[in-house]
């Protein structure tokens, strides 16, 4: 596949008997994705070198104190006080898009001001959906009387409505980009996704590109927007997933050739939020290989 200009829309092949309709998102959790074209992001240039910062750490913005995970809630177990005044983020500790909200929470300093609610999908509790989400999804967020969902809506949520440190810079053209990248994460999963069980991976290939590209746009740190930030956090927790499973089953290095991608990977693997967070590779490859059996 020719790489597309930025800023052009790209479609997948359509044919529905070749490439039926991609349900990526059942793939990690019970999620929806906007239906959006696959769109590349624009004024990308892939020549700018950048400077590595300091990261920091979630130790600098809590206790430092290792927070105690609970166990997942399923369909034995009986519901929290719901609306009780206390602020409640409920995800899956499996789930990427519910990853994103939890690394937010984590590395804003609220683990003492979210609670996590845990809920096991594959048996989850009918209270869940009777009683606190009806879409039956997760992440969800139960803050002053409501309850609030979408994994890039929540981010942003939690950026402008808690304290901690911010996760979006102050440069206009920063924050325009960041936007931009934010938009094109659905269209960036379905490329990967497609490739699962393609012979090529061409449009996997194509995104990823378009990453490397991305953070070299700005030239002042290893993250997309120089220091780490929301679109960091919103595509983290998917190529935690696509790293392993596609060097497992296609024999594929997303970082060969991808030096900025491959830093970018590095540094951010050091961001205490977002490591604790984090499953097993081998653990995620073998549970890609199940979904995907069918494709491979």
Not at 26 to 36: A, D, E, L
Not at 117 to 145: F, G, T
Request: glycine share 4%; net charge positive.
């Amino acid at each position: 596949m020719a790489a597309a200009t930025p800023g052009t829309s790209v479609s997948l092949r359509t044919s529905s008997a070749a490439n039926p309709r991609l349900t990526f998102p059942s793939v990690f959790c019970i999620c929806s994705v906007p239906k959006t074209p696959l769109r590349y992001p624009r004024n990308i240039h892939p020549h700018v070198k950048f400077s590595r910062i300091s990261p920091l750490s979630a130790s600098a913005m809590s206790s430092g104190v290792k927070e105690v995970l609970p166990p997942a809630l399923d369909s034995s177990s009986e519901p929290p006080a719901i609306f009780d005044g206390t602020t409640k983020l409920y995800i899956s500790y499996t789930c990427p898009y519910a990853q994103r909200v939890w690394i937010t929470r984590n590395y804003k300093g609220l683990q003492d001001k979210i609670k996590l609610i845990p809920i096991d999908l594959q048996n989850r509790p009918a209270w869940y959906k009777e009683k606190v989400y009806p879409p039956n999804k997760v992440p969800s967020l139960e803050h002053n009387n409501e309850v609030k969902g979408e994994s890039l809506d929540l981010i942003k949520y939690l950026e402008g409505n808690f304290e901690g440190p911010s996760l979006l810079p102050d440069d206009p053209a920063k924050r325009e980009f960041a936007e931009e990248l934010l938009s094109y994460t659905n269209s960036f999963n379905q490329a990967v996704v497609s490739s699962f069980k393609a012979d090529s991976i061409n449009e996997a290939g194509a995104a990823f590109d378009y990453l490397e590209n991305a953070l070299g746009k700005f030239g002042d740190g290893p993250f997309v927007l120089g220091t780490f930030s929301l679109v960091d956090i919103a595509y983290a927790p998917f190529i935690e997933r696509y790293q392993p499973f596609l060097l497992d089953v296609k024999k594929y290095n997303i970082t060969e050739g991808r030096p900025k991608l491959a830093a970018w990977i590095q540094e951010i693997n050091k961001i205490e939020a977002y490591e604790v967070t984090k499953r097993d590779p081998k653990e995620l490859a073998e549970a890609f290989k199940r979904r995907f059996s069918s494709r491979l």
